[in-house]
């Protein structure tokens, strides 16, 4: 497809259980990021892969949160033993390579329709 | 550490006027890009311009245009003759060019735009 792909768009879930979220950025994009958006805590950094790199995930915020990228394409987001306050719209961007130190480097990302968790 | 201010979180204007939304950021990094990204009612982020730091010309694109001030740290971002489908939330972002933070965006927390008919 033309754009970043994210699936499902909708998961309500309940509490104590774990969930998957897939993101299939945009072909040719080797950086992917995922970021979370909610109404107390606004738009987060989760974590960023590129490449064959070992991702940075410090913006995770507790070790109930994983993800991987197989292939260098795909990526799945976990999250185990659900929250409430895990409930927020998760997104996924990606973008040409991230890793540039240059001044032309930067590419912007691209970001999908995102997945709207609801835990009960 | 980075932060991104946009202190309006709400602007309700009248269709074709003007509305200007404003972003603050702090940075101790001296390189850096700016973004200005727009949130539709179906909620995908558009990406709308890249700016960095190196650059300090105002930028037109049809009737947005942005003025980057580095003295004020101030991006700010102008819609002339507003029309009812710029209403959106605008998310002000910055990210730096080191290469342990792969560019990740740090964001405001966002303008909502209501333009009435």
């Known amino acids: 497809g033309a754009g970043v792909s994210q699936s499902p768009s909708n998961k309500v879930t309940e509490k104590g259980k774990d969930v998957e979220l897939r993101c299939d950025p945009i072909s040719g994009h080797t950086a992917l990021y995922w970021y979370r958006q909610s109404l107390g805590q606004g738009l987060e950094f989760l974590i960023y892969f590129q490449g064959n790199s070992a991702p940075d995930k410090s913006g995770l915020p507790s070790d109930r949160f994983s993800a991987e990228r197989t292939g260098g394409s795909v990526s799945t987001l976990t999250i185990q033993r659900t929250q409430q306050e895990d409930s927020a719209v998760y997104l996924c961007a990606s973008s040409l390579d991230g890793s540039g130190t240059g001044v032309s480097d930067n590419q912007p990302q691209h970001f999908g329709d995102g997945t709207r968790l609801s835990i009960l | 550490a980075q932060k991104v201010t946009q202190a309006q979180t709400e602007i309700s204007v009248v269709e074709k006027e003007d509305v200007t939304l404003d972003c603050v950021y702090e940075?101790?990094?001296?390189?850096?890009?700016l973004f200005w990204y727009k949130q539709p009612p179906s909620g995908e982020l558009v990406f709308l311009i890249r700016?960095?730091?190196?650059?300090?010309q105002n930028e037109i694109s049809g009737r947005y245009s942005w003025n980057f001030q580095k003295s004020t740290s101030s991006f700010n971002f102008t819609i002339t003759a507003s029309q009812v489908v710029d209403s959106a939330v605008y998310f002000c972002?910055?990210?730096?060019?080191?290469?342990?933070?792969?560019?990740?965006?740090?964001f405001g927390g966002g303008t909502r735009v209501l333009v009435k008919p």
């Open positions: 972002a910055l990210s730096d060019l080191s290469k342990a933070a792969g560019n990740k965006l740090t």
């Open positions: 700016r960095n730091s190196f650059d300090e």
């Open positions: 940075t101790r990094d001296t390189t850096y890009y």
